[in-house]
């Protein structure tokens, strides 16, 4: 019962967090970024500055839909450091683990349409990349071990390569093959092309 309740929590903490990202974007588009107020993002989700502040660290952060971390994106991170797999295998599926749960692919217009209103806010979508990336850097050297900086970025910076590739195969090319066939087949290809210079030396 007790389980059900906390699952009970997450799922409406998720649909607020939704509703709120949802209003910033509408008024983003309706009156400009600078258009209207964190209270009145509040006052039309039904919700206290308090809960807002406790999901967003800003308003910008609500347009992207830039939260806190979520709990079970911390459990998909400690599984990674743990696992015994072959490093970039089990790196990958991490990733695709994250896209499922965040499912960025059907936010992704959204986005673009209120970044196409707010060029602007194209700067902070590149911040949190940025972000990310480093967060994924220090993830991998959880599992490695301090001295392997180099090695990590360069993963971390390849794979997310791929990643973009794919984004860009889906929402370009509209592709209708999944996205994590088109992640590994990318992977393969990466690999394939970077084994001869490997055995040349």
Same mark, same amino acid.
């Given at each position: 019962?007790?389980?059900?309740?906390?699952?009970?929590?997450?799922?409406?903490?998720?649909?607020?967090?939704?509703?709120l990202?949802?209003?910033?974007?509408?008024?983003?588009i309706?009156?400009?970024?600078s258009?209207?107020?964190?209270?009145?993002?509040? #006052?039309?989700?039904?919700?206290?500055?308090?809960?807002? $502040?406790?999901?967003? %660290?800003?308003?910008e952060? #609500?347009?992207?839909? $830039?939260?806190?971390?979520d709990?079970?994106?911390?459990? !998909?991170?400690?599984?990674?450091?743990?696992?015994?797999?072959?490093?970039?295998?089990?790196?990958?599926?991490?990733?695709?683990?994250?896209?499922? !749960?965040?499912?960025?692919?059907?936010?992704?217009?959204?986005?673009? %349409?209120?970044?196409?209103?707010?060029?602007?806010?194209?700067?902070?979508?590149?911040?949190?990349?940025?972000?990310?990336?480093?967060?994924?850097?220090? !993830?991998?050297?959880?599992?490695?071990?301090?001295? %392997?900086e180099?090695y990590?970025?360069? *993963?971390?910076?390849? *794979?997310?390569? !791929?990643?973009r590739?794919?984004?860009?195969?889906?929402?370009?090319?509209?592709?209708?093959?999944?996205?994590?066939a088109?992640?590994r087949?990318?992977? %393969? *290809?990466?690999? #394939?092309?970077?084994?001869?210079?490997?055995?040349?030396?």
């Amino acid at each position: 019962m007790e389980e059900n309740a906390v699952s009970l929590r997450d799922v409406r903490k998720r649909e607020t967090i939704r509703a709120l990202t949802d209003i910033a974007r509408r008024l983003t588009i309706e009156r400009g970024f600078s258009g209207f107020t964190v209270d009145e993002v509040c #006052a039309e989700a039904g919700v206290s500055r308090r809960t807002f $502040f406790n999901y967003f %660290a800003s308003k910008e952060n #609500a347009v992207y839909g $830039f939260t806190e971390i979520d709990p079970r994106l911390v459990e !998909l991170e400690d599984e990674f450091v743990d696992a015994s797999g072959e490093l970039i295998d089990d790196f990958v599926t991490v990733i695709l683990r994250r896209w499922d !749960l965040l499912d960025p692919l059907s936010d992704a217009p959204a986005l673009f %349409a209120v970044i196409e209103h707010e060029p602007r806010l194209l700067k902070g979508a590149f911040e949190r990349l940025a972000e990310n990336e480093r967060r994924d850097v220090a !993830l991998i050297l959880r599992r490695e071990g301090d001295g %392997a900086e180099a090695y990590a970025e360069v *993963i971390v910076h390849t *794979i997310g390569a !791929l990643v973009r590739m794919s984004v860009d195969q889906i929402l370009q090319h509209h592709s209708t093959e999944p996205f994590d066939a088109l992640v590994r087949q990318r992977l %393969a *290809i990466a690999r #394939a092309a970077f084994a001869p210079s490997q055995k040349a030396q």
